[in-house]
């Protein structure tokens, strides 16, 4: 979400409009079409990937382990685990030939690695950036697990992860820390460094994992005095490297190393991951669809190639099955949305706009009709007592903070009004009595008792929505922005509201869940302390946000 900058003209690379051009002006979306536009516009090999040879580790002569480890996605008997080597990180090529590497990991149930449960070998591909995504099967549920990798002599950090309980478990708790919008150039991960020593089970991203805008040799607000970044990161990401370079550029901050390596991620992209504020194959500016398409399928690739994401994730060209379903024994289902890739257009040119037909239209949806289904599927054949709702953008009705003034804000739930009904009429059909939606987008912390109508407050409270706050984008922010006063009397549903840098932990337990909001007074400036600005609870068969 960034209001500002809209239809702009694009300074899209050349060679993208070359590709765009060789295709002719028809939107493509088969397979083997987007690949050859990528491969055309991108320079990828288009060798198979048994084509690569096998690259000497004797010949990797700088620590390629600079990008740190992660883990994803964690199921009862199965972690996936990822690393990508890059010796020099901020070159195109990381320092690595077009030749496949042979990465062994190791996994043992000690920090130590004395008791080692399982070791192997992955390839890393010279196609996907040498990513490695590995996944380990046939685990004891509801373990932690210590994991490293090794390439030749050069031995990884070590990372921390789990597997989450059986289906059947009736596990009573679970920790997660809600988390979104990190922009580089605006702070430093603090907040990141802090999580990191927290206990928690799993870390959800709710999006803007990073953000496509130029960064200055100095690396905007951190102004390092030790380093000049490259130029490289002086332009707007378009093509497959810009995206892979942004990528590598995020993934050597030591918060967000920390972070990846202390706890399992759970990962769902907003707008930035490709462009502000897009909606399918439609861009912020006024670009072609079959253009964007090319800058839509390089993000995807690079946005896989630099996540903790299983097999499934893989893009084929400018698609990519994100969203996908995860549970924790009989406790939790998260149903983890995307609605950037099959959104309708914003309504009224985005924005904030007063409704009229074309946004109130039973047309408009954000996760697309077959998201939908899916969802409240999902739902159906849901045994779980919390229901929670992992996804980007603001869902609750938000009044604008000036009394009168009745625009909403088009690029949210509020935009798209007629999905927001079809998807809580089957959350009630289907008997979700816990629901529990996570967003993230707005650069603040909100709480949120979802109404069945938000236009009449009396309804009935259908679930709570808890909005993650950014880790660093907009800077240090003001615990009580402008509007805060005007905000929270526009919308008696809002029971919190906090503009500063931070991210929110959610205890997911049998009776209650209890729902911290954590921040830190600054990022501009390193080492801010981290704080519990405000706590909540919301009960079992009673949703609405409390005052824990
Ligand atoms: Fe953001
Ligand atoms: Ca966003």
């Not at 040498?130 to 380990?136: D, G, I, K």
Request: contains cysteine; negative net charge.
């Amino acid at each position: 979400m960034t209001p500002a900058g809209h239809k702009q003209p694009s300074q899209h690379a050349p060679e993208l409009r070359a590709a765009a051009r060789h295709l002719g002006r028809r939107r493509f979306l088969t397979v083997t079409g987007a690949a050859a536009a990528l491969a055309f516009a991108t320079n990828l090999p288009t060798a198979g990937v048994a084509g690569a040879a096998e690259l000497d580790a004797a010949k990797i002569t700088e620590n390629p382990f600079t990008l740190g480890v992660a883990s994803g996605d964690p199921l009862p008997t199965s972690v996936l685990l990822w690393t990508r080597l890059a010796p020099t990180p901020y070159q195109a090529d990381s320092g690595l030939p077009q030749e496949r590497v042979t990465v062994r990991w190791e996994l043992a149930r000690d920090e130590r690695f004395r008791q080692i449960v399982r070791r192997g070998a992955a390839i890393a591909h010279p196609e996907f950036h040498h990513s490695v995504h590995a996944e380990v099967g046939h685990l004891e549920s509801d373990r932690v697990f210590y994991y490293r990798f090794r390439v030749g002599s050069w031995v990884s950090e070590t990372g921390r992860t789990r597997t989450a309980p059986s289906s059947r478990s009736r596990v009573s708790e679970l920790t997660l820390a809600a988390v979104s919008c990190q922009a580089y150039h605006d702070g430093y991960f603090t907040a990141y460094g802090h999580l990191a020593e927290d206990d928690v089970d799993v870390v959800v991203h709710l999006g803007d994992y990073l953000y496509e805008y130029a960064v200055n040799s100095v690396g905007g607000v951190r102004n390092y005095t030790d380093q000049v970044l490259p130029d490289v990161f002086n332009r707007e990401t378009i093509t497959l490297e810009d995206y892979r370079l942004r990528y590598a550029l995020y993934k050597t901050d030591p918060d967000l190393r920390a972070v990846h390596a202390a706890h399992p991620f759970v990962v769902t992209w907003d707008d930035h991951e490709t462009e502000n504020n897009y909606a399918d194959d439609i861009p912020e500016n006024d670009v072609p669809p079959e253009e964007f398409l090319l800058r839509r399928a390089a993000a995807y690739r690079a946005y896989w190639e630099n996540q903790p994401l299983r097999l499934p994730q893989r893009p084929e060209g400018p698609d990519m099955q994100l969203y996908r379903r995860l549970t924790w024994g009989r406790l939790a289902q998260f149903d983890i949305l995307d609605t950037r890739q099959y959104r309708t257009n914003q309504a009224n040119g985005d924005g904030w706009k007063t409704p009229t037909p074309e946004s109130e239209a039973e047309s408009q949806t954000l996760p697309g009709t077959e998201q939908e289904r899916w969802l409240i599927d999902g739902w159906k054949q849901s045994n779980a007592l919390w229901n929670v709702v992992p996804q980007q953008v603001v869902f609750a009705r938000r009044n604008h903070a000036t009394a009168g003034n009745t625009t909403l804000s088009m690029d949210s739930w509020d935009g798209y009004p007629a999905s927001r009904r079809r998807l809580l009429a089957g959350a009630e059909a289907a008997g979700v009595d816990n629901l529990m939606v996570l967003t993230g987008d707005v650069h603040v912390s909100y709480g949120f008792d979802i109404k069945r109508d938000f236009a009449d407050q009396g309804s009935r409270t259908l679930g709570t929505e808890i909005v993650a706050t950014s880790i660093s984008s907009g800077r240090d922010g003001a615990a009580r922005p402008a509007n805060w006063a005007g905000y929270l009397a526009a919308n008696p549903h809002m029971k919190h509201y906090n503009g500063q840098r931070g991210y929110t932990t959610v205890a997911l337990g049998r009776d209650s869940a209890r729902v911290d909001f954590k921040t830190v007074a600054a990022v501009t400036t390193p080492g801010a302390a981290i704080t519990t600005a405000a706590s909540f609870v919301t009960e079992v068969g009673d949703q609405g946000l409390k005052p824990a």
